[in-house]
Structures are given as structure tokens and as C-alpha cells.
């Protein structure tokens, strides 16, 4: 089956057949092209080279295109390789650098048919060596073929020549040592005349530079030649390129190429030379004001032209300059505003990105009006972005640029009914954040919610549920503000509510038995003030009997005339009748009474928890006007209890909590954490767990409530209190451990949770960081938390720089770079790891091998290359010593020797070829052949 | 340094694809159809470059031209110029037309290797080393020249298959 014949050779598919055939099929692409990898794996295991390559190619082939795995030809490809004929070897190499890679177990076999072929006569085989070698060479590869890649670089057919350079890029990378080797001659072609030998050099110089810059400062004097003479475009950008990298880490370099670069800006007519241009300046040159105003006197020149291309550039330069010179941006505003409403989401993204910078506390208002109002026409994707970068601009730094809250208040409520608003979350969240921390908006946040919640159809917008969950949770937090809390309830009970999901529901519910509770009792003030009024007698039973009641702390009490006396102030709610309170109760158990039997149990236990409420209390309103005030000692008084101690809990004010909050309670001096908190759960079994738990918003007043509630209602409320303290008591008796210590001796069933009296403090701390931001808008969160010991904190800044140091010396780039440094700067240069020093010892004198060897002619040189290891063995036992002299601790390099690295590279500028030469040459006392490393210095 | 090359119908078949760093035929052909979600919903006559850091990881830069029923793509790093890569695509298929006389799918469909041949002429190792398509070309026609006449060297036993495969 598998032995060549001539009917095999005859009858093979060639790659036009399986293209052909595949084009054509009709037993589907997939199965046709396992049939024809079936034959390949055949045909590929001929004898025959012609039908072994044919199979390979179409292999390629499929690989390439169809994305089948081909490593199973790894070793076919090879012998392919081996075939004397240009074309096999072209398909072989074809195959190679496609399946190839570093952990190839046959890598290595290639190395002497590189060879072979890297030393051919035909520039064309040498260059498909070459050509595969950039693609896969491996350590062993680049170390094993740096001398035949050293000897190409400087073949006097142009055609190899710039291949050798450019494969120099992959062979530094792979194997740094190589540089010493090469980095000479490399350096040596900048000074070529032939274009595209330049061409590929500087590309290679590009590229090394964008890895680290720092080593190539030395040779600044040939790029800038270059940058100066070049009158070819992809030559000019590659050297911008690498001036823009250099330019920031020596001042005195940036000076000098500032004029020539904005002489080519003035001259050149080629679009991607002037651009590379002003993005040079812009981004690199920044400091010189004159060329930035050249380069952003350029950028009009996009941003007016037609081709997308060229707009998308120019704002793309402009958010870069955004950063330092943002006048550049207003200059174009009108440009970048235009940009807006682009075809091209790109263009339209990039001038958004410049608009919200251009933001600040003046502007805001008028740059969002003009955003929502774009954001009215645009796409529904654009839109979004659009939105969300106007809430996130205005968020930042807790509303850093925000100035009249009211304004943006009322911007959220409207952003939530822009028809294709997919913000709600984001939107919720600063409702919510708005309401707590800053007191004066509230007003205003409680009439946008009231808009929103009265509105039937935003119901139907599932996008918009979290902003009415904002909504609802506002007006029922700050009904107090509110014009009509009997509107607001009706918005909050209407039939549409259903369309909401479980969760906002409840909170829907929540909201309303806030309101209902405050609805009452601004009802029973009413009531007791035009009582007292009329007869004073008759002295406020309401307030008396709040008093008298044993329950009731003077604290609330206080608080809840505060909260009439506030409201009295800042709104005159419609007169409640009798009437409207016996509707509004009526309205509440028609609305809520369906829930009970909800399968969600947060509605069904907040309808239950209102309707209970509405039970207990309906009474005496349906009664009053018929018994007037005869019955007040009866359940008159004991509803109006009710309501007022709701009315209490409810007005306890929600104050912000930092994040790091919990790190200021301070940790009881005999707690043991437990690593291990297992055992927890065998307590945890004992304690019903409260489900109010699981309720977002103000948990921690309802958990009181709750308790209170149901205290009240009951009517034996001292008892049920006792029996859960006593339940809590002993349970506090067996897991003592647990527990943190009481000030007080007696029990203590709620958390201390944000608005716990002992945290009062900190909360007053809260309110006046308030009052700061609205005032400066400026104040980041609570200071206090910086208070807290950190010692974690400590230790991960240790974790997080130690990498990135040793990151520094070990990486495999900074080997390059330590190599290339090596050969620019001399020796005695910044050598941190000892493994370094050696190798930079073993340098020097390979380089000073190849110094004599740059004047010794060609034929020497390989065999100068190959015997380098020994002489230089000898060499570097004395040097090293005066190494280790000059550095004791290698590895304990600082920042220090760092800067002095610097000053030492600027002093070198500043004095010149000569010396720095010598500088370098100087600790070696070896000064016979002296390598002097002339022209790299300004 | 360019990172990788493609061409794709507007069926987003690739007709070509070229790698510059090694990548698993699997992880190659994920990137080309993320490319060509994103290509196949870009209107005509907006600019030329897409967001590419989420296809091809940080510093990437995408840039495509659409002829006729092909999308030719780049994908390279901050070391190249937006404009010129854009002109060396413009080369690119110049070069095809050129050889092929008025570039059709077809014939990038029909000549693999020479595809190939010509890309690789211009881009090396992911470095561009030719921006002249009179160059490429005649490098193109001197290697074709070298291939047939490799081949011919034993036409006799081979002949069909031999001519053909090239």
C-alpha cells in the first residue's frame, strides 16, 4: 500500500487539485478534507521527494487555511529539507516556520541544514534560511548560527544583507550574547547609503529601543544624522519612533531634536511623516511649547479632512495632548463636537473620550446637556457610551466636579428616560450615594423619584428597574421632603408593580410602609396641634403618651419633632383629611392583600409587615370621627403609639459607610479568630438566622423595628422581650468566645451596625465631610480609616515591588540590554547580577577580539569568533577582580547608582567622543589595543 | 513590528493568514473570526482601523482595507505609523495585481504559495524590508524561475505532478 510507484507519482493530487477538489465537493468540506488528509498521510511518507514535498505543501496548505494540526510532519518536513532542489527546500521552509516552535522536539536536527543553506551561493536559499530562522530560532538556533548570520551582515548582495540585519532582531532576543558579537557590524550599517539596507536597521534599532530605550542613548548622534539627511518617509517614522523614546530621558537630546523634527513637520507633504510627527511632539516633547503649538496647529489638518482615517489620527493626537495641554482640545472643540455625531463608531468614541475631558466644574452643565441631548439621536451602542461616560466623569472622586446637586439629580432622572438607557445600575447606585451623603439634594431627589415612580409606562423598561428601585427606595427614605406623600404612595401601590422583579418589589413595598407611617403621622400631628390649639386642655396626647411609654428614648422623640419642624419648613404637604387617611388605608390593603400569598418570601413578608401594621392601626381612624376624643385612653392612644414609634424608627437618618469601616472597631484583646470557623456551625444551628438579612437598604433599622414591631403587637411586650434575652443570654453564656464584650451589662440583640450610638461619632465626622462636599466638592471619603494599623498593607507593597526589581535584572530583555550596554558604554557600567558581571567581563574581551578582527580582513574573523572563549577566560580572572572591588553588593544596585548611571551618560554628552572613550577604557589598565568606541556620543 | 497578516472574503473565509509569532492553529483561527465579526459589521466608508487590544492583547493596532469581496488586515504594535502600514497594504495589493493582472479572489485562492512568495518578500520576520512592488516582483519573478527550473532538472518522470504543484 505504502511503496512508491509511478501510478502514485502519476495520480497524486497536487495542491491546485485539493483546491480544486475541495471548491467542488459535495460530501461536505469537512469530510472531504479528512479524506484528503488521509492521502497526505500517506503520500507523505514516500521516498519520493517530489511526492513527499507535494504532500507537505498541501498539508501546509490546510494547516494554514483550515486549521488543521500539522506537527505530525514535523520530521517529514526535514528530510523535504534536505532535497537539493530550490523548491522542496521552499516548501520545506514553508512548512517549517508555519508547524515549528520551541518545544518542536526535532528543533534542533534543523540547525545544519540552516547552516548549509545560510553559507549557500543562491541568495535566495540564504534567504529562505534566513527568513525561517526569524521565525523560529530558539536559544540554541541563535547561539549555534551568530557567526553565519554575523558574516551575512555584511555580504555585499543587498538582498541577503538586509535579511541578515533584520533576523539580528530575533537572534538578540533569543540569545543576547550574541550582541557581542554583532552589535558592532549592526551598528556599523546605520552608516549604509542603500536605502533599504537603512531601512531595515533603523526598523531593528525601532524595535530595540521600544523595549529599552536607555541603551541606545549612545548612539542618538547616528539617529540623529539620520533624522536630519533621510529623505525616505519609513526611515524618518522609525526614527521618530525611536527619538520619541529616547527624547524623555535626556533633556539636552530633546533639545537638540526639536528643530529638526518640527522642520520636517513644516515640509513634508507625506500625511503619515507629519503625523508620526505630531505624535512624536506631542507625546515625547511636550515641555517645548513652541513645537507642541506647531504640532496642535497641524491637527485641524485631520480633523477637517475627509478620509476617516486621517480624523480618527487627529483625534486620537488630541486626547494625547489632552493630558498636558488641554487648550490644544478647546481650540478644536468645535471639530471634536462635530466628530460626535461621525458615521464611524471610532471617530465618534475617540471625541467623546476628548469632550469628557474637556469637562471641569464650569462646564459640566452645559457639556452634559449637549451630551444627553446627542445621546437622545444616536445608536442605541453610542448612547450608552455616551452615558456612561458622563456618569462616571461626573462620579469621579466622589462628584469631585459636581458643583449644583440639584441639577445633577434631576440629569440622572432624566439620563433614566433616555429611550435606550442601559444604565440603570450605574444609575441606581448614584441616586442612592447622592441621597446619603449629600443632605441638600434631597428635596430635589425626592421630586425626580416621585417623576419617575409616577410614571406607568417606565414600568414596562426592564433596564430602567434599578433606577425606580433608586426611586422608590428615596421617596420612602426622605418622604418627608415630598410635596404629596399620597400621590407617592398611589405611584408606589399602582397595578403595574407587578411588572417589577421580586426583589424591587419589596423594596416598592418597603417604601410605601414608610410613607404610610409618615402619612399617619403627619395625620395624628395635625391633629394634636390643632387640638392644642383650639384646647389646650386637651394637651398633645400624642406627644404625652409617647413620653410615658417606656419604649420610647427622649433621643427619638426629639428627633421626631425635628423631622415635622424640618418638614414644616421645607414643604407644605396638602392637608391630610380623615377621609384621605381611610382611603389611603383602603388603597394599602387592596393593593397588598394579593401578596400575601406571594411565592417571593421578601414581598410576601413585607405586604404581611404592612398590612399588619394597617390592621392594627385602621381601627381608629374608620372610629374616629364617630367617637371623636372620648376614646383616647383606649386603642386610640395605643395606634397612635404605634404609628409614632414607626414614625421614629423609620426617621433614623442612613448615613454613608467607608469601605474600611469595619476596621475601626477595635479588635477585644482576648479574641481568638479561629482559622478554622467549623465550629461555628454548630452554633450557627442553634440561632434563626433574622431573613431581614438579605434586604439591601437600611437593614439595620428594620432589624429594630421588626423586633419593636412585633414587641408592640403582641401586647406582651416585656415578655417576649425576655424570652429572647434570655434565649440570647444563655446562648451568650455557652459560646461566650464569640461574642465581643458588652459596655453594658445588658443585652444587646441588634448589630452595631452604621448607625450604632457608638459609631455616632464617626457619623458626625460623616456629616461634616458632607457638608465639605458640597461645599468644595472635594473631599475624598473619610479620613479616619487611614488611622488603622496596615500591617498587611506593608507587606504587600513589599510583594508588589520586589518582582518587579528583580524583574529588572533577570529578565531576558534586560540581559539584552545589560549586553548592548556592555558594548555602548563600556564595561564598567551598571552590572547588577554577578552572572552579569561575568558575562560582560567575557564581553569586553570579545569585544576586543572583534575590534582587532573589525581590522583584520574578513577570513580571520571567523575563526577570531570561534576561539573566543579561551584567550578571554584568562583575561577575565584579573578583571573581574577589579570588578568586585568596584562593586561589593552587586545585587543590592540601588536607585542611586542608577541616577549616577544617568549623570554619568549625561557628562559623557557633554564631554565628548574622546574622553568618553577613554572613561570607558580607563579601569582596564589593558590599554594596548585600547577599543576606542568613537561617534556614539553627541 | 507586525504582528500578523490576513486576508478574508467577506464570508470571513481566510485566504490567507500569516503569523509572525508562533500561535496554535486553534488560537489562529479564533483571531481571524473575531476579526471578521467585528470587519463584517463595519459600514463602507468609515475609517480603516478597529479597535484591536481586545482580539490581539495590549499594544495592537488593526488596520484593514476592503477590495472588492476581500478584507486585507494587519495587525501590528506602537513600532509602526498607522498611515504607512495602511500604504503597505496598498503595496501589498498592488503587487498582487501586478503579478495576477487585475487580483481577483480567485487568484488568491488558487495560488498559495505564491501569495506567499510575494508577502514574504515585503514583510520579513514581522519587519517591513520592501515597500517597492517593481522590487518584489522581480524577486518574485527570479524565485518562480528558480522553482521551475528546479524542477525541470528531472521533468521527465515527474512531469505531471511536478508542473502542477508548483
Known sequence: MSGPSLMDSLFQRSLEDLIKGLRQQLIGEQAFISKALEEIRKEIKSTDLSIKSTALLKLSYLSSLHFHDMSFATFHALEVLSSPRFSHKKIAYHAISLSFHDSTPVLLLITNHLRKDLTSTNEFEVSLSLRCLSKIANVDLARDLTPEIF???????????????????????????????????????????????????????????????????????????????????????KVLKIFAKLAPLE??????????????????????????????????????????????????????????????????????????????????????????????PNIKIESLRLVMAMVSECN???????????????????????????????????????????????????????????????????LIDIGIRVKDVRLELVRVSRDLLIDPALLGNFFLHRVLCAASWASGEYVKFSRNPLELMEALLQPRTRLLPPSIRAIYIQSAFKVLVFCLHTYLMQRGSTFSSTSPDNLPSVVSASVSDESFDNLSVENGVDATVTHGQICTPAFITNESIVNLLNMVELALGPLVGSHDVEVQERA??????????KLKFLNYSVQEENDSEGK??????????????????????????????SLPDGLIVKENLGDLEMICCDIELPSSNSFSFG??????????????????????????????????????????????????????????????????????????????????????????????????????????????????DDSLSGAVRDILFGSEDMVPTSSQSNLSDKSSSKRKGKEKQHTAPHVESKENLVDDGNPSSRRRKYRSHGKERRHRSPRKKTAEEREGQKEKEKSSHRHGRHKSGQRAEEPLNVSAQAPVIPDFLL | MIKAVMVMNTQGKPRLAKFYEYLPVEKQQELIRRVFAVLCGRAENVSNF????????????????????????????????????????????????????????????????????????????????????????????????????????????KSASGWRSR
Request: with cysteine.
Open chain 1, 151 to 237: 558574516t551575512l551582515m555584511s555580504s555585499n548582495k543587498l538582498y541577503v544583507r538586509k535579511k541578515a540585519v533584520a533576523v539580528v532582531l530575533r537572534v538578540f532576543e533569543k540569545y543576547p550574547d550574541s550582541v557581542r558579537v554583532c552589535f558592532k557590524r549592526l551598528v556599523e550599517n546605520l552608516d549604509n547609503s542603500d536605502p533599504q539596507i537603512l531601512s531595515a536597521v533603523i526598523g531593528v534599532f525601532c524595535e530595540l529601543a521600544c523595549k529599552d530605550p536607555r541603551s541606545y542613548l549612545p548612539l542618538a548622534p547616528e539617529f540623529y544624522k539620520i533624522l536630519v539627511d533621510s529623505k525616505n518617509n519609513w526611515v524618518l517614522i
Open chain 1, 251 to 344: 533633556p539636552r537630546l530633546a533639545k537638540r531634536v526639536v528643530e529638526p523634527i518640527c522642520d520636517h513637520m513644516r515640509r513634508t507633504g507625506a500625511k503619515s511623516l507629519l503625523f508620526e510627527c505630531v505624535r512624536t511632539v506631542v507625546t515625547s516633547l511636550s515641555e517645548y511649547d513652541s513645537a507642541v503649538r506647531l504640532a496642535v496647529g497641524k491637527v485641524p489638518e485631520f480633523l477637517v479632512d475627509e478620509d476617516p482615517n486621517l480624523k480618527y489620527l487627529g483625534l486620537q493626537v488630541l486626547s494625547i495632548v489632552a493630558q498636558k495641554h488641554l487648550w490644544a482640545v478647546s481650540q478644536n472643540k468645535e471639530a471634536v463636537i462635530k466628530s460626535l455625531s461621525d458615521a464611524d
Open chain 1, 364 to 430: 459640566v452643565t452645559e457639556i452634559s446637556r449637549v451630551l444627553v441631548n446627542h445621546a437622545l439621536k444616536s445608536d442605541p451602542e453610542f448612547c450608552n457610551e455616551i452615558l456612561g461616560s458622563i456618569l462616571s466623569t461626573c462620579s469621579r472622586n466622589v462628584y469631585e466636579i459636581i458643583v449644583d446637586f440639584d441639577w445633577y439629580v434631576s440629569l440622572l432622572g432624566e439620563m433614566s428616560r433616555i429611550p435606550h438607557c442601559h444604565k440603570g445600575e450605574e444609575i441606581e447606585n448614584q
Open chain 1, 608 to 617: 404581611r409587615n404592612v398590612l399588619g401594621f394597617v390592621d392594627l392601626t
Open chain 1, 636 to 665: 386610640g392612644v395605643e395606634a397612635s403609639n404605634i404609628i409614632e414609634l414607626m414614625h421614629d424608627a423609620f426617621s433614623k437618618e442612613l448615613g454613608p459607610i467607608s469601605l474600611s469601616a469595619q476596621g475601626n472597631v
Open chain 1, 699 to 812: 437593614s439595620p433599622c428594620e432589624e429594630k423595628d421588626g423586633v419593636s414591631f412585633s414587641n408592640l403587637q403582641i401586647k406582651e411586650d416585656s415578655e417576649q422581650s425576655n424570652e429572647s434575652t434570655s434565649l440570647l443570654a444563655e446562648h451568650r453564656k455557652r459560646h461566650g468566645l464569640y461574642y465581643l464584650p458588652l459596655g453594658k451589662s445588658e443585652i444587646s440583640n441588634d448589630y452595631p451596625p452604621a448607625n450604632d450610638p457608638i459609631l455616632q461619632g464617626n457619623i458626625n465626622g460623616n456629616a461634616v465631610d458632607l457638608v465639605k462636599i458640597t461645599e468644595e466638592s472635594l473631599v475624598p471619603k473619610r479620613k479616619p480609616s487611614h488611622a488603622k494599623p496596615r500591617p498587611v498593607v506593608v507587606k504587600l507593597d513589599e510583594v508588589d515591588e520586589k518582582p518587579v526589581a528583580l524583574k529588572k535584572f533577570e529578565s531576558k
Open chain 2, 50 to 157: 478597529i479597535e484591536a487590544e481586545s482580539i490581539f492583547g495590549p499594544d495592537s493596532r488593526l488596520v484593514y482595507k476592503h477590495f472588492a469581496t476581500l478584507y486585507f488586515v494587519f495587525v501590528f504594535d506602537s513600532s509602526e505609523n498607522e498611515l504607512a502600514v495602511l500604504d503597505l497594504i496598498q503595496v501589498f495589493v498592488e503587487t498582487l495585481d501586478k503579478c495576477f493582472k487585475n487580483v481577483c479572489e480567485l487568484d488568491i485562492v488558487f495560488n498559495y504559495s505564491k501569495i506567499h512568495t510575494i508577502l514574504d518578500e515585503i514583510i520579513f520576520g514581522g519587519q517591513v524590508l520592501e515597500t517597492s512592488s517593481a522590487e518584489v516582483m522581480k524577486a518574485v519573478e527570479e524565485i518562480s524561475k528558480l522553482e521551475a527550473a528546479s524542477n525541470a532538472i528531472t521533468l521527465i518522470p
